[in-house]
């Protein structure tokens, strides 16, 4: 299975948007982590099925309501951790 690595970029910390993440991930079969970065980022690993995971790169594009994402950086990373659930890090 492939591991996605994305890095969301805009105002998209205090706008709910780790827990819009997870109920985003948990909606589309997706699992993985979500974490705020130091420099305002986001950062997601997400796996799942192919047409899961573009439904829910669409949600990680749009963000929650109050969110602005100006980028959405992805890379398919090398890993051979499976995640068992999708989980908001703090």
Partial sequence: MKTYHYIVKGIVQGVFFRHNTKEAALKHNIKGTVKNLFNGDVEVYAQGPEEDIVEFEE???A???LSRVDQVI???VDSTE???DFKALY
């Fill in 63 to 65: 963000g929650p309501r």
């Fill in 74 to 76: 992805k890379k398919i």
């Fill in 82 to 84: 499976i995640f068992e």
């Fill in 59 to 61: 949600f990680l594009n």
